[in-house]
Structures are given as structure tokens and as C-alpha cells.
């Protein structure tokens, strides 16, 4: 958004009230606590469930008023089924979801419509997103109507002026949205998503569909909101450039569970989860002097495996390099190891072993290891008595191979000593 442009707040609509009292900010404004969500898979011609997908499955965290938390993660992790629980737009199977101190979970229609005035969504897809029989002006004024608010000044200049507060023409009021460009559409969706002056803004992939210079407008844009507005983001991403840029806390999200929730500096300098640390060396660093070196990037082995039979302790075990038998059988729970990090891990990445007893690694995790780097691996081996076990054999392996062939080659050389004489 240009600079000469200033961002002015929405006003709270005549007539409109809020659900519960303002939270301050730093204080909890949403809490989640054991949320999950199975979609039943139905068979045969009684439709009798036989199976589930198991898409969200025990999440716990919270969301400070004023924060920004991003979630990142592999494409079928549950990033937005996340999103669209804790909207309400989808029912919980199980858990149970907090704002401002109270009881969502289960609210029906009528209980969550006033609702809709504190937390919206921004969806992910700005071409899907808005109704093309619809001008721009019915699009962004449907809150009003649905929640029987006029604005001061009525609702035509109300949107207008949101038009202008996301960087688009007021004049535009009567387009339609096949005449604005993907920017200019995912714009449209932030100003129907601020429309009612909400406290919580859950943006779903708000920029991946986007180029990269408009992803640079639109992300500028929202931190801009947040600063004027005092808003509260959960923003979920696949771009970790983007998530480090715009969160203050970020959630790491594997089949369905969040592996690790940190603040956004101890994250991306020490990240704590195998799968985190995969995920880091992934990033690009945009450096010339690295183009002739050799990348530390982690490939992991295999694909995600199933939400409908998902493994048995830890979820990642299976495609991990420091993976025991007691990942295998037992679920690590999310616990605090460093202060405002959370992690999910019997063998975390820069700290103790959680389970120092188990020195032998899966045959899963060898071959993952394979995929590894070595100066990975030496790492790994500071925090993991199993891998120091496993780096400590091959070397030796090593080392008795290279006597091998040292003592085979210098017969060799005595015998062609003795011929010359």
C-alpha cells in the first residue's frame, strides 16, 4: 500500500454489540483445547461408516489479542480445516474452542451470528471467493445487511471508504469481480472480512495464489491493518518466507497435529522438531556467494502417510532419521522445553534427549538417514544417543573398509618390489 495512503479504522456501527468485553491486548482472545475433526467415510448402499478421515486430530494452543500466529505445514496437514473450525464455519468433532472466555463450540446459527462481527475469514482463493454475479458494492456490504447494521452515513459510503482503506478506487463500487486482477480481488475479500470492525482474522493462504509483487502488497497491507486496527491474525501459510515475515508466533502443523509452536525468532534460529528443521532447510537463501555451495537441504523419505490410518506414536517416526522404538509406540506430547517452545519430540533438535534410554533406531529411520547430510546428522548426534550410536558404527565401518583396502594393496606393492629385484 502506497505511504500517502493512511489507513483509517472502521467505526463500530450504530446498533451493532459485541459478543463479550474486549480482550487488552497480550490477554487470551481464542483457545483451542483437544480440537478435532474426522470425516466419516461411508460404504455400501446403508451408507455405514467404515473408516476416518482423521484431518484435525488434538490441537491445543492459544492466541494472544493482537498477535499474529502463523501455521505452516505439508498440503493435507489440517492447516484449513483448522481455520474453518475455530470460524465455525466447520463442527468439531471433539475439543473445544474459547474466544474471549467463551464456549463457542457448539453455538447453532443463531448463537454464532453475533459472532460474526468478531471473527472472520479470509479465504484462500480470491477467484472463488466472491460471487461473479455480484458487484464489488453488494459484495462487501452483505455483512451489514446480514447483521441489520447501518453504518453512519449509510452503507454505500461505508464501503467506499473500505475500498479506499485496502488501496482500490471508491469509484469501483459498481464492478463486477471478473474486471479486477487476483490482488485487487483478494483486496475485495480483506474488506468484506473488515467490514464489521472484527477482533480476529483467520486468512487462509491469503497470498499463494498471488504473484510475488502483489503477494509483497497484500502481506504490507495486513501488517498495516494489524498496526491501525489492533487486529488479531491466525495466518496460514505454505510460504515460510512470508510467515516469518508477518507472525509473531508460529505453529508447525504434521498430519493433523501440531508438532511445534514457537516465537517466530527461536523458530527459524534453533527449531526443535526434526520435521521443523526439514522444513527450514527448504527455505532459499537469497545469497550469490551460496550458488557453488553444497546445499544442507533435509529430503525426506517418502510421502505423508494417510489421515485415514494415521502411524502410531509419533506421526512423523516414519519418515524420521532419529525415529526409536519409543516414537513408535508412544505419542510425545506437546511440552515446553525453552521458554515459548513447545515441541512434540522424544529427539529434539538442539536440546537433551527426551529418551535417552532408546540407543537403537528404527529401520526407518536408517534409511531416512540415508537422505540426510552428514554435518546433519553430526548434529543430530549431540542431542541423540541413538544417532550418535548410528554415526559412530558407520564410521567405523568406514575406517575398518579403508584398512581393508590399504593392507590389500600393500602386498601388492611388496610383491612388485620383489620382482624388480
Not at 186 to 206: F, M, T, Y
Not at 234 to 256: E, K, N, Q, T
Not at 310 to 328: M, Q, V
Request: charged letters at 25%; a negative charge; proline letters at 7%.
Amino acid at each position: 500500500m502506497s505511504e500517502d495512503k493512511a489507513v483509517t479504522i472502521p467505526a463500530r456501527s450504530e446498533g451493532a454489540t459485541t459478543l463479550t468485553k474486549d480482550a487488552a491486548p497480550g490477554e487470551t482472545l481464542l483457545k483451542v483445547t483437544g480440537l478435532q475433526k474426522h470425516f466419516p467415510i461411508k460404504k455400501g448402499l446403508f451408507q455405514r461408516q467404515v473408516g476416518a478421515v482423521h484431518a484435525v486430530d488434538g490441537l491445543d494452543f492459544e492466541v494472544k489479542s493482537g498477535e499474529t500466529l502463523g501455521v505452516v505445514g505439508e498440503s493435507g496437514c489440517g492447516k484449513s480445516t483448522m481455520g474453518r473450525l475455530i470460524t465455525r464455519l466447520l463442527e468439531p468433532t471433539a475439543g473445544k474452542v474459547e474466544f474471549e472466555g467463551k464456549d463457542i463450540t457448539h453455538l447453532g446459527v443463531g448463537g454464532m451470528r453475533p459472532l460474526r462481527r468478531d471473527v472472520q475469514m479470509i479465504f484462500q482463493d480470491p477467484y472463488s471467493s466472491l460471487n461473479p454475479r455480484h458487484t464489488i458494492g453488494t459484495i462487501i456490504s452483505a455483512p451489514f445487511k446480514l447483521q441489520g447494521v447501518t453504518p453512519p452515513g449509510g452503507i454505500r459510503a461505508e464501503v467506499q471508504r473500505l475500498l479506499s482503506v485496502v488501496g482500490l478506487n471508491p469509484e469501483h463500487y459498481n464492478r463486477y469481480p471478473h474486471e479486477f486482477s487476483g490482488g485487487q480481488r483478494q483486496r475485495i475479500g480483506i474488506a468484506r472480512a473488515l467490514a464489521l470492525n472484527p477482533k480476529l482474522v483467520v486468512a487462509d493462504e491469503p497470498v499463494s495464489a498471488l504473484d510475488v509483487s502483489i503477494q509483497a502488497q497484500v502481506v504490507n497491507l495486513l501488517d498495516d491493518l494489524q498496526q491501525e486496527l489492533g487486529l488479531t491474525y491466525v495466518i496460514i501459510a505454505h510460504d515460510l518466507s512470508v510467515v516469518r515475515h508477518v507472525s509473531d508466533r508460529i505453529a508447525v502443523m504434521y498430519l493433523g497435529k501440531i508438532v511445534e509452536l514457537a516465537d517466530r525468532e527461536s523458530l527459524y534460529r534453533a527449531p526443535m522438531h526434526p520435521y521443523t528443521k526439514a522444513l527450514m532447510s527448504a527455505v532459499p537463501i537469497p545469497d550469490p556467494r551460496r550458488k557453488n555451495t553444497k546445499s544442507d537441504r533435509i529430503l525426506l523419505k517418502g510421502d505423508v502417510p494417510s489421515p485415514i490410518s494415521p502411524p502410531s506414536g509419533c506421526r512423523f517416526h516414519t519418515r524420521c532419521w532419529k525415529a526409536t522404538e519409543i516414537c513408535k509406540t508412544t505419542e510425545p506430547a506437546l511440552i515446553e522445553l525453552k521458554p515459548g517452545q513447545q515441541v512434540a519430540c522424544h529427539h529434539p533438535e538442539n536440546f537433551e534427549d527426551q529418551a535417552p534410554q532408546d540407543t537403537v533406531l528404527l529401520t526407518v529411520a536408517k534409511e531416512a538417514a540415508e537422505l540426510v547430510a552428514d554435518e546433519v546428522l553430526a548434529e543430530s548426534a549431540e542431542t541423540s544417543a541413538a544417532v550418535a550410536a548410528e554415526v559412530a558404527e558407520v564410521a567405523a565401518e568406514v575406517t575398518v573398509a579403508e584398512e581393508a583396502a590399504e593392507s590389500s594393496e600393500s602386498p601388492k606393492g611388496e610383491s612388485q618390489e620383489s620382482t624388480d629385484k
